[in-house]
Structures are given as C-alpha cells and as structure tokens.
C-alpha cells in the first residue's frame, strides 16, 4: 500500500471549514483514499473513502487531486467535536485481509 | 447491536503474568484485528484473522497470541507481560468481501504492565 504524508497538527476556528491534506504520491491505480478519525483516544472511527471522484457524505467531503497524488478531508463547519487525530491511509480494495496501517495521522484542533 | 466490545477497559498486570484480552462483535464480520497504540503513535497490527479457525501475524506480533475458533470473538493473549507491552490495545473488525469500506473499532483496553 501506498505511503501517506500528513501535517502533524493544525487548528481551525469553530464554525469554519477544516481542510485537511495528504499527499499520496506514489498511489496505484486500485488503490482507494480512506479517512478515519480518533477522538480523545477512543476507537478510530470511519469518516470517508474515494478513488478518484470527490465524495460526500453527512460527515465530510473528500477532495482527491486529479492526478491522485494528493487528497483533502473537508470538515464543512468545525466543532469542538471534531478536535481529533485525523489518519489518512491508502488501499486497494481486494477481498481477504487487506489491513488497515495507520500512521501519525494529522492532531487538530478546534478552537472556540 | 452492540458493534465491538472489549472488556476489560482497564488492567495492571505485574511482569511476567499472563491475561487475555477479550474482544466481540456481533455484526457477523469474517474479518477481526488487534492493534496496538503507545503514546503519541498510531495504531500498529498486531494480529489479524479473515474468519473462523484463520488467523496470522501483523507488524508486531510478539510476544501476543490469538485464536478463532467462533466468528464473534477474537482473544488476544499475552503470555508472560512485559512493561513494554504497556499500551492502550484495539479490536477492529468488518467484511471481506471486494467492497470492504467501513472498520468498526472497539474502545480499547489500558494496559499497564509493572
């Protein structure tokens, strides 16, 4: 799987858009753009995934370069509540194990 | 639907004992995993199984063991504790079929070990 290059923190005003980047420059053709959130230590949990279209959902937008090389989260209006640990990984989706790896993800920061 | 469970939350363990950490899921999910994460890192595999009776190794499986035998649970044992296994542990589980998106986690279990 690909690797994944994140910002290790950012902060973003309450009630505006929070734009997280990632860049994926060495992605393959099969290979998909997941996002997971980790708040306060809790159990990751699922946002969003693409592959080359942008996609929505009642979480975020996810923004994905037409080259593939790089991707960006949208959180539309930050809460308090979504001050968490973002990870973006890449991955082929093929049936059996098809882990997920986590790296450092990016720590942000909603400020009132 | 209670997505996945691990119990305990919280345990001190003293060097060399043993314990098992527990974790199930009740959505019928093939696939179930168990991570790892210490300060200020990100989750890393420490085993994983696709289904009953299968299971295998991730990025660091030493010193862990784990079995199968029914879809709903996935133990993970530690055999003899270390203070480097001190750390907040996982359980993850989904489908493994093509279309495989969303992993449900557990709420992880602090593990300290003395």
């Known amino acids: 799987d690909a690797k994944t290059t994140q910002p290790p923190s950012m902060d973003c005003a309450e009630g505006r858009a929070a734009n997280l980047p990632c860049n994926h420059s060495?992605?393959?053709?099969?290979?998909?753009v997941y996002w997971y959130r980790q708040i306060h230590s809790q159990g990751p949990q699922y946002i969003i995934h693409g592959l080359k279209n942008n996609e929505t959902n009642e979480m975020a937008s996810l923004i994905i370069t037409e080259d593939r090389k790089s991707s960006t989260l949208i959180l539309p209006h930050a809460t308090l509540r979504d001050t968490a640990v973002y990870y973006c990984?890449?991955?082929?989706?093929?049936?059996?194990?098809?882990?997920?790896?986590f790296g450092t993800g990016t720590r942000l920061t909603v400020i009132p | 639907n209670a997505g996945v469970t691990q119990t305990p939350k919280f345990q001190v363990l003293k060097t060399g004992q043993s314990m098992t950490l527990q974790c199930a899921q009740d959505?019928?999910?093939?696939?179930m995993s168990w991570y790892r994460q210490d300060p200020g890192m990100g989750l890393r595999l420490i085993h994983y199984s696709v289904g009953a009776g299968i299971t295998d190794q991730g990025e660091v499986p030493n010193g862990y063991n784990v079995s199968r035998s029914t879809t709903e649970d996935f133990p993970l044992r530690l055999l003899s504790a270390a203070p480097s296994q001190t750390s907040v542990y996982f359980c993850a589980s989904r489908l493994t079929g093509p279309i495989t998106t969303e992993a449900f986690f557990g709420q992880g279990t602090r593990l300290t070990v003395v």
């Open positions: 990984i890449v991955r082929a989706l093929r049936t059996g194990a098809n882990n997920l790896f």
């Open positions: 959505m019928n999910h093939e696939y």
């Open positions: 060495t992605i393959s053709g099969n290979e998909y």
